[in-house]
Nanobody, 119 residues
Framework: QVQLVESGGGLVQPGGSLRLSCASSVDIKSIYQLGWYRQGPGNVRRPVAT???????DYAKSAEGRFTITRDNAKNTVNLQMNSLKPEDTAVYFC?????????????WGQGTQVTVSS
């Protein structure tokens, strides 16, 4: 069982920055992939950025060049630095962990943190 707790959301003006953090209850070196997803009003949840335990990353096109995902193995956290924020970035951001067990893969989610970009 993996518990994920997000923090760092809030209200920011367009062009501003926010840093989201997600704390894992287990050693993240044992987690194959960590990621950030978002869900805007009336929309489905979509991936924003993911990072594997090898260090490989993937970004949504909307996030490329503006967002950076990192993992801190010492603190068991995964972070999302968001720069040059736009109103369309407004959403609830969720942390995700993909764990490989011998019985199969399992996905875990945090409770979400609200990010609002508005003047």
């Amino acid at each position: 069982q993996v518990q994920l707790v997000e923090s760092g959301g809030g209200l920011v003006q367009p062009g501003g920055s926010l840093r989201l953090s997600c704390a894992s209850s287990v050693d993240i070196k044992s987690i194959y992939q960590l990621g950030w997803y978002r869900q805007g009003p009336g929309n489905v949840r979509r991936p924003v950025a993911t990072i594997r335990n090898t260090g490989g990353t993937d970004y949504a096109k909307s996030a490329e060049g503006r967002f950076t995902i990192t993992r801190d193995n010492a603190k068991n956290t995964v972070n999302l630095q968001m720069n040059s924020l736009k109103p369309e970035d407004t959403a609830v951001y969720f942390c995700n962990a993909e764990v490989n067990y011998t019985s199969g893969n399992r996905s875990y989610w945090g409770q979400g943190t609200q990010v609002t970009v508005s003047s």
